[in-house]
């Protein structure tokens, strides 16, 4: 892909008005998993190692009823709600393997430090996201056509 090609790409994509919605909701999700991991760890003493695993599974309950009633709430639903609710779990958990995977790959192979390694690995995270829920979870065309 040329220059030309890949900004025409980047253009078509920012052009997609669904992706600013779900950015925001990602934004809020990522302050209410880090408020969540607090309460249950200094509140509630909660092992971190736990409690980042409770929160994470409130702030995707969370996140697909947002996505539900405001990002996604004008697009014809192919799948009964459930079904949805399981698919967006999945893609989640695989955004979120994507994450870890990009960092560690980052961190190890390259030596890149790693808050950036983190800023790409939440960049290829949340394109995974997006990409693949617009796809399976609320069956819409992707942004790439």
């Known amino acids: 892909m040329n220059l030309k090609g890949l900004f025409d790409f980047a253009l078509k994509y920012l052009k997609d008005p669904i992706l600013y919605q779900f950015a925001v909701v990602g934004l809020l999700a990522a302050a209410f998993t880090l408020a969540f991991t607090g309460?249950?760890?200094?509140?509630?003493?909660?092992?971190?190692?736990?409690?980042?695993?409770?929160?994470?599974?409130?702030?995707?309950?969370?996140?697909?009823?947002?996505?539900?009633?405001?990002?996604?709430?004008?697009?014809?639903?192919?799948?009964?709600k459930m079904i949805r609710f399981m698919i967006f779990h999945l893609v989640t958990a695989g955004a979120l393997l994507?994450?870890?995977?990009?960092?560690?790959?980052?961190?190890?192979?390259?030596?890149?430090?790693?808050?950036?390694?983190?800023?790409?690995?939440?960049?290829?995270?949340?394109?995974?996201?997006?990409?693949?829920n617009r796809k399976f979870s609320w069956s819409i065309k992707s942004a790439f056509g």
């Open 98 to 132: 994507t994450n870890e995977t990009v960092l560690i790959v980052l961190t190890t192979k390259f030596q890149m430090y790693y808050l950036v390694a983190e800023f790409f690995g939440i960049l290829a995270g949340f394109l995974v996201n997006y990409n693949l």
């Open 39 to 80: 309460i249950f760890t200094t509140f509630l003493g909660i092992q971190s190692y736990i409690s980042v695993f409770l929160a994470w599974e409130l702030t995707v309950i969370w996140s697909f009823i947002i996505f539900e009633h405001w990002t996604f709430s004008k697009i014809n639903k192919k799948h009964r």
